[in-house]
T-cell receptor
């Protein structure tokens, strides 16, 4: 049951360049999307989110874009830094009382110095 | 900055034994969740808890699992009779009533032998 898909398992970019991490979803009921960053042996750390009423949300070096018609979102990190190297999870929820998160498999980002 | 804490960080138990995983959510949060991640797999939703009762549970959360908020700060997950397949990282998360962003603890690694 892959309602949230992160099809690329890994991405490697040069320090200072842009990192673009992609995520697709199939459940049209999802209306809130989040990105989490995870280091080994730690819990997911919230990065940025976007509601389905928006198509872009920006927070410092991180920008999330949402294309509802394509059921696609992406996380842009500019400029990428070595400390950004981690696993990035896309998650989606249906807003309401429970709002459980449905996660993708994650993308391992490596930023080369 | 407030954070979700979890204890223990690692629990080793024998098959058939009971385990209790403990979490202290962020103090003004009202919604609480347990997720798990089996090695190499996605983070999966187990259960959500609000107003001292379960609001939603997944298929994984069978009669062997239970949750409790025994006092004003702790939130526990009990597995009555552990199986080998319960071996995973277990994450607790919490959120404000006014936001859909969930904040995760560092996790408890459960190893069932």
């Amino acid at each position: 049951d892959q309602q949230v898909k992160q099809n690329s398992p890994s991405l490697s970019v040069q320090e200072g360049r842009i990192s673009i991490l992609n995520c697709d979803y199939t459940n049209s009921m999802f209306d809130y999307f989040l990105w989490y960053k995870k280091y080994p042996a730690e819990g997911p750390t919230f990065l940025i989110s976007i509601s389905s009423i928006k198509d872009k949300n920006e927070d410092g070096r991180f920008t999330v874009f949402l294309n509802k018609s394509a059921k696609h979102l992406s996380l842009h990190i500019v400029p990428s830094q070595p400390g950004d190297s981690a696993v990035y999870f896309c998650a989606a929820s249906v807003t309401g009382a429970n709002s459980k998160l449905t996660f993708g498999k994650g993308i391992t980002l490596s930023v080369r110095p | 900055e407030p954070e979700v804490t979890q204890t223990p960080s690692h629990q080793v138990t024998q098959m058939g034994q009971e385990v209790i995983l403990r979490c202290v959510p962020i103090s003004n949060h009202l919604y609480f969740y347990w997720y798990r991640q089996i090695l190499g797999q996605k983070v999966e939703f187990l259960v959500s808890f609000y107003n001292n009762e379960i609001s939603e549970k997944s298929e994984i959360f069978d009669d062997q699992f239970s949750v409790e908020r025994p006092d004003g700060s702790n939130f526990t997950l009990k597995i009555r009779s552990t199986k080998l397949e319960d071996s995973a990282m277990y994450f607790c998360a919490s959120r404000l009533a006014s936001s859909y962003e969930q904040y995760f603890g560092p996790g408890t690694r459960l190893t069932v032998t």
